[in-house]
């Protein structure tokens, strides 16, 4: 049998191992491939941190800096300890995390330019300073009890966590975005009290429905407000699947003005939508550009143009430090409709747009998944639990450790005269603790504690305070025990400090969840005639009028004439390509002039497929199809209508 194994391109030598170069480069691509996944750019599901932002705010957190200190020292702690990477990515990421137009709620608190919604680019580190925010006391504040583990940095000097301790979801409250290789997550942020909510009634219910959840956390509530418009049942699916997408509406008013005049003023944009952005839209409709291989603009370009610039006078963009964001729409007169004026604006700029979503994280089991809301919350409140049994279990080895230190100072108070003679006997400390453990049957942690009591402890008063304490630490020790033995008792806590933290740290809902129809303009044709020419090859044209001089048409060298239809502006064409798809086109939208036209699958997704015959007529107008197969079929006209640029499989055409 012949062996058909890819041979070895780098056979060993030397006694050194050798592989093909395609094995070695599927190998090393996949290393780089888990590690972008992992290590980079996709948040855990515990603390919603990706890698290098939890080493930004442990590293923060170290340093125990009360105020305001340099970036640039938080960039130079973070790659000398734990992020061996390129200061300008960190810097980055520290930056983010200040943004307040990023973050619904900012984990550090900037001071100096740290960047605009407009995508200025914040000042170089050595200028700017930050501290950590509020929020984030609530990722770090237990970290030193017990609650996650160490693993040694990459040079093994230093510990750091696997991850944050975070007291909330903060994946869901922040959000989160990467492309990693293969995978891609695009998390929208939420409000602090609805997640909290939410959180809380899953750990409580943890097979609860999502239709519960989503009662507690209607949807997404982003740093810049908005307004989300999508149907309640579109954000279901989105919430369900984990993926989808958020139709979403920036919010104006109009601003009376004197002698009969007004002015729109946007105050609200959809996520990540920026007044720059919006007034580049708008010049480029006022002001457009050939598309790629034209010399002219389109006549929808030009029709657009017109249709803009006789219902805007001027947009500017008025926002300051007392206005955080003012877009002025001037309209060209008073009398015109506001709505009618705002509508055109809605479509055809980014006043009005979607927001995707994608809930990819790594789950506890750190493989990367596309997760529904309910496993998400469900996911993290086991987490929560977990580390609270790790915090619990940390505060009763401190308290057993405290209590034991206490009753051998009880004992020592009252044995204090025999105590001081036996220390006083001895030659050192060493035989001090010994000979103590030895006579009171005292652990070795006692004896050392008594011996390096000072005489001024043991006073009568601090006799009482020691019975006191004594008495604190067996009750906390019951209650902590009772924690630990009681997996219901123990989630009644998780719940408790969720609401005492929505209670403290929750705001109110910024982005308003109110479903309405996107916008649409009807657009309003001239009905005139025209005649559409299509050619051999597939380009198509339209002149005005009936009648015209078929011969006197040109086209391009070796094409000719195919099809001729007459018909109206306002009429719309059937198109049926040689595979059996068919396709809609809108007369008033075809190339005009005395040009070539435009090919066919520049106006459809029609690609390389032959375009066999265009007509119009009554929706209700019969058509018969046949194929070469010599198998056909009646139908109307308006079956063959479609909406998008896509068109549908129609019929059935036999191979060759």
């Known amino acids: 049998m012949e062996d058909?194994?890819?041979?070895?391109?780098?056979?060993?030598?030397?006694?050194?191992?050798?592989?093909?170069?395609?094995?070695?480069?599927?190998?090393?691509y996949l290393g780089y491939a888990v590690s972008t996944v992992k290590a980079r750019a996709l948040p855990e599901i515990a603390d919603g941190l990706k890698p290098v932002q939890r080493r930004i705010l442990y590293a923060m957190g170290e340093t125990n800096a009360a105020g305001f200190v340099k970036s640039a020292r938080y960039v130079g702690e973070v790659l000398g300890k734990y992020h061996p990477h390129g200061d300008s990515s960190t810097y980055e990421a520290l930056v983010h995390l200040a943004q307040p137009f990023s973050m619904r709620y900012p984990l550090i608190d900037g001071q100096g330019n740290f960047g605009s919604r407009d995508g200025d680019s914040a000042a170089a580190y050595r200028y700017t300073e930050a501290r950590l925010s509020r929020y984030a006391e609530l990722m770090i504040a237990e970290i030193g009890e017990g609650t996650v583990d160490f693993v040694r940095n990459y040079d093994g000097k230093f510990d750091e966590p696997v991850l944050l301790p975070a007291r909330l979801p903060f994946g869901l409250l922040n959000g989160s975005f990467g492309i990693p290789v293969g995978f891609s997550t695009r998390i929208p942020s939420h409000n602090l009290k609805e997640v909290a909510a939410a959180a809380a009634y899953v750990i409580q219910h943890p097979r609860g429905k999502l239709e519960e959840v989503l009662a507690r956390l209607p949807g997404p509530d982003f740093p810049g407000g908005g307004q989300?418009?999508?149907?309640?049942?579109?954000?279901?699916?989105?919430?369900?699947?984990?993926?989808?997408s958020i139709a979403m509406r920036a919010r104006w008013h109009i601003e009376p003005l004197a002698r009969g005049q007004w002015r729109i003023v946007v105050t609200e944009l959809p996520h990540g939508v920026s007044c720059r952005q919006v007034l580049e839209e708008i010049e480029a409709l006022v002001n457009p550009k050939p598309g790629a291989g034209r010399k002219e603009t389109t006549q929808e370009q030009k029709r657009l143009r017109q249709f803009i610039l006789e219902l805007v006078e001027t947009v500017r963009d008025e926002s300051d430090r007392k206005s955080r964001l003012r877009l002025v729409i001037e309209p060209r007169s008073s009398r015109q409709n506001a709505d009618e004026t705002l509508q055109a604006l809605l479509v055809h700029t980014s006043l009005e747009t979607r927001v995707p979503v994608n809930l990819t994280w790594l789950g506890l089991d750190g493989l990367p998944e596309t997760k529904d809301l309910v496993t998400i919350l469900r996911e993290w409140g086991e987490w929560r639990v977990a580390t609270l049994r790790r915090r619990t279990q940390h505060r009763l080895d401190r308290c057993e450790e405290r209590l034991h230190i206490v009753l051998g100072r009880l004992m020592a108070f009252a044995k204090i005269d025999e105590i001081i003679k036996l220390i006083r006997a001895c030659d050192d400390q060493g035989e001090a603790r010994q000979k103590l453990s030895e006579k009171y049957k005292l652990s070795e942690r006692q004896a050392e504690d008594i011996v390096?009591?000072?005489?001024?402890?043991l006073t009568r008063l601090d006799g009482v305070k020691l019975n006191e304490e004594k008495k604190t630490l067996e009750a906390e020790r019951k209650d902590l025990k009772a924690i630990l033995g009681d997996d219901k008792a123990l989630r009644t806590l998780v719940v408790k400090e969720l609401e005492a933290d929505a209670k403290q740290y929750g705001d109110a809902r910024r982005t308003l969840i109110r479903s309405e129809e996107r916008a649409a303009i009807e657009r309003t044709v001239v009905e005139?005639?025209?005649?559409?020419?299509?050619s051999l090859k597939g380009w198509v044209r339209a002149r005005s009028g009936h009648g015209i001089e078929l011969d006197a048409v040109g086209f391009k060298d070796g094409d000719a004439r195919y099809l001729e239809l007459e018909c109206k502006t306002t009429d719309a064409i059937s198109v049926l390509s040689a595979s059996g798809k068919c396709f809609t086109l809108d007369a008033a939208a075809l190339p005009s002039g005395r040009g070539d036209g435009a090919p066919v699958n520049t106006l459809v997704n029609s690609g390389s497929d032959e375009i066999v015959w265009i007509g119009i007529g009554s929706p209700e107008t019969q058509l018969l199809l046949a194929n070469t197969g010599g198998n056909g079929f009646l139908c109307r006209l308006g079956d063959l209508?479609?909406?998008?640029?896509?068109?549908?499989?129609?019929?059935a055409v036999p191979e060759g």
């Open 528 to 534: 005139e005639p025209i005649t559409v020419i299509l």
């Open 4 to 28: 058909t194994r890819t041979p070895d391109l780098f056979p060993p030598e030397n006694g050194d191992d050798a592989a093909p170069i395609e094995r070695h480069a599927s190998q090393a």
């Open 228 to 244: 989300i418009i999508s149907p309640a049942e579109e954000i279901r699916q989105a919430y369900e699947s984990g993926r989808g």
């Open 641 to 651: 209508a479609t909406k998008t640029r896509q068109g549908k499989d129609f019929m």
């Open 452 to 457: 390096n009591l000072r005489l001024g402890q």
